[in-house]
């Protein structure tokens, strides 16, 4: 006769089997053998990693309480060995989450004698906050960090971010250390700190970069230590490795058009020695033959500050080192240091009328 104790213990063991069991069923793909879920969102539970017959969520690895970090980071999963987190999914698998109810709970609350254990999913949705730094410390929704945010000095109480209204609840809400009053959703500050990462990431407000991560690392937003997203792209690079290779004069005296260059003589093309992003042909800016130095007008000085001509010179043109065709504003840098002969015999005195002026620009770790 089994006695009252041990029917229950298999009971319990039954129910612990088909709740298993449902759970693979519902999941048609590889799930997490931290916390028991599917992929989900990479900002929320970092980078899905899978190797061999295991899977596991990048941050249910670095915030497990009792799972070290033993080998180089080329070994396992970024330094976290298979073993290693199998014999934390069995210690997990009799901690039971405060949450939901279920076992596998890995991450406990980090304050003295609480005893609250919980999948990093359901900490999430019950306020609990993890941080990714020093020790990797992770809170209930009680002992969690918390910030004292003054509603009555907050102009307009939305997101800086999103500009949408803010919760009533602070633990969905962050206030900025350097601009006590502007006020951000949680997911619009992480979203931010997971496309700008380490090293662009800053107050939105005001630029500061010391005060304002160290605050957002201490309410738990994890702030990758790559590049920002946007140099990850395919290509993001690409344009600067391009060189201009069209003739950007009001006037393109070439016979082949616009795109047609040489590699020297009159119809090489040079290019603005300052931005680099507009181009002309030799003859059709009228620069000397050993001339290389060449600014666009929205490059060059003003005409006023380049040009002097003398009282009294009558309608004699001053000799100028700035050249003007149809209004096109560009002008020689090189003529002062540089003279020489031109592959042209270039306007006529009567074609260097001083046009109206171009409206150009004037004057000048953690854990990984």
């Known amino acids: ?38 992929p989900g969102d990479p900002e929320k539970l ?7 017959d295991l899977s596991v969520h990048y941050f249910c690895l670095i915030l497990s309480s009792k799972l070290p970090q033993r080998g180089q980071s080329n070994r396992g999963f970024h330094g976290f060995l298979p073993e290693d987190i199998k014999k934390e999914a069995a210690r997990a698998s009799r901690k039971i ?25 359901c900490g999430q949705e019950r306020g609990c906050i993890s941080q990714f730094f020093g020790e990797y410390k992770s809170f209930c929704e009680i002992h969690r960090p918390t910030q004292d945010i003054q509603w009555g000095n907050v102009g307009e109480e939305c997101c800086v971010l999103c500009c949408e209204e803010l919760s009533q609840a602070s633990v969905e809400n962050i206030q900025s250390p350097c601009c006590s009053q502007t006020i951000y959703h949680r997911k619009c500050i992480q979203k931010y700190a997971h496309t700008s990462a380490k090293h662009f990431f800053k107050c939105p407000h005001c630029n500061n970069r010391e005060e304002f991560p160290q605050e957002m690392l201490r309410m738990g937003i994890h702030i990758p ?10 290509g993001a690079f690409s344009e600067l490795y391009q060189r201009h290779q069209h003739c950007d004069a009001p006037i393109c005296l070439h016979e082949q058009g616009r795109d047609s260059f040489e590699d020297e003589g009159r119809w090489s093309l040079i290019l603005c020695a300052t931005c680099g992003s507009h181009g002309t042909h030799r003859d059709c800016s009228f620069l000397r033959s050993n001339s290389t130095n060449w600014e666009c007008e929205e490059c060059a000085p003003s005409a006023e500050a380049t040009d002097h001509i003398p009282e009294n010179s009558g309608d004699i043109p001053c000799c100028s080192s700035t050249f003007y065709s149809g209004g096109h504003f560009c ?6 240091e540089n003279p020489g002969p031109s592959w042209t015999a270039g306007p006529g005195p009567s074609l260097l009328e001083k046009p109206e002026s171009s409206g150009g620009r004037r004057g000048h770790s953690w854990r990984s």
């Open 97 to 121: 989450c405060f949450v939901c109810k279920k076992k596998g709970a890995a991450i406990n609350c980090q304050k003295n004698h609480c005893v609250k254990n919980f999948h990093l999913p």
């Open 225 to 234: 230590d790559r590049d920002a997203a946007w140099e990850l792209e395919p």
């Open 46 to 52: 970092g980078e899905f990693l899978q190797k061999d």
């Open 1 to 38: 006769m089994k006695t009252i104790k041990e029917k229950k213990c298999q009971r319990l063991r039954k129910s612990a089997k088909t709740r298993r069991a449902t759970q693979r069923k519902l999941s048609s793909g590889p799930v997490c053998r931290l916390c028991l879920r599917e």
């Open 331 to 336: 002008r020689d840098t090189s003529l002062a």
